[in-house]
């Protein structure tokens, strides 16, 4: 039991009831399990105690600052920040401490693949890559904890003590499946044919390929958000891409949806593309009452790869 008195340290104010108690057993636990007071002080300021639990679970012990990071590894500070900046992480000045043994680990891969002869940009392009569908995943994941853990009336203790242990079993888990997945697609690429017989003959993958784009869209959109709550329209995003990703077979494939959009792509067969744009568009139209109506449009010609998308295409 700790020795603080919790109410005197402004810790408790505007708290009553149950919601008192379960503050006091909250704050108890995290002192006890190392929590500084000034770390509690501050997450009751920023109104996330309920987080703090998980944030220790999978935050790290802040151990180095980024210029240190950058020494130890051997690589540039600007290349490491500007890989962290792709990553889509807050911004971290040179001289905070706020990094760990898994930062530093990951800062020695950057100088191993640049040491390998990749160039640092291209480095730099499949990490914004690999951030947004992180972004994407982990949004995904926490909006299903979300549903599974929050109920009415649930304390700010049980819902953060909730969240700390699904991490705890829910991260070995998703490691897994993001190394399955990932082999997956790369197995699926290769068998894509992605390098030609005739680029592996001259030793280069040239800078353009013809490929079929195709963009689709909910019309008005916009509008829509202004007259639903965000869970609808969150809800109308994820039908879309439900749509999308149920219409990418064979050579057509989904490379990405952004809210009201989504965009597939297919190498050398623009007819499969066509198909699967028409699939869509009647998809969108047999699908619930109040669906927004979908228009889509496909371009054929030379594109370059970048970010994992091609663009050029005419």
């Not at 020795?3 to 810790?11: A, F, H």
């Not at 995904?140 to 979300?146: D, E, F, K, R, S």
Request: charged letters at 30%; glycine letters at 10%.
């Amino acid at each position: 039991m700790s020795d603080v008195d919790w109410e005197k340290e402004g810790l408790l104010d505007g708290v009553e009831g149950e919601e008192r108690e379960a503050r006091v057993d909250l704050l108890e636990q995290l002192h006890d399990d190392g929590a500084e007071l000034d770390e509690l002080k501050q997450a009751v300021e920023e109104e996330r105690l309920t987080l703090l639990p998980v944030e220790r679970v999978i935050g790290g012990e802040n151990k180095y600052t980024p210029q240190e990071i950058a020494d130890k590894a051997g690589v540039e500070l600007e290349v490491t920040q500007q890989q962290w900046q792709a990553l889509g992480l807050p911004h971290v000045e040179p001289d905070d401490c706020r990094l760990g043994d898994r930062d530093l680990e990951a800062a020695k891969q950057l100088k191993a693949f640049i040491d390998a002869g990749l160039p640092a940009e291209g480095i730099i392009g499949v990490a914004r890559v690999m951030g947004e569908g992180m972004s994407r995943t982990v949004d995904a994941v926490l909006n299903l904890a979300g549903q599974a853990f929050l109920e009415e009336g649930i304390t700010e203790r049980d819902l953060g003590l909730r969240f700390a242990e699904a991490a705890k079993q829910l991260i070995p888990l998703m490691e897994e499946q993001l190394d399955y997945v990932f082999t997956l697609h790369m197995r699926e690429g290769i068998r894509a044919d992605v390098v030609t017989a005739t680029e592996r003959s001259t030793g280069r993958i040239p800078g353009s390929k013809d490929v079929s784009v195709c963009f689709a869209d909910l019309v008005g959109f916009t509008k829509l958000g202004e007259n639903l709550d965000p869970e609808d329209i969150g809800g109308v995003a994820g039908e879309l891409a439900e749509m999308a990703q149920n219409v990418a077979k064979g050579p057509v494939r989904l490379v990405k949806t952004i809210g009201d959009a989504a965009m597939l792509v297919a190498e050398k067969e623009p007819e499969a593309l066509v198909e699967a744009a028409i699939d869509l568009v009647q998809r969108a139209d047999e699908a619930r009452e109040g669906f927004p109506q979908l228009r889509a449009g496909v371009a054929c010609g030379a594109a370059l790869n970048r970010a994992g998308t091609g663009t050029g295409a005419r």
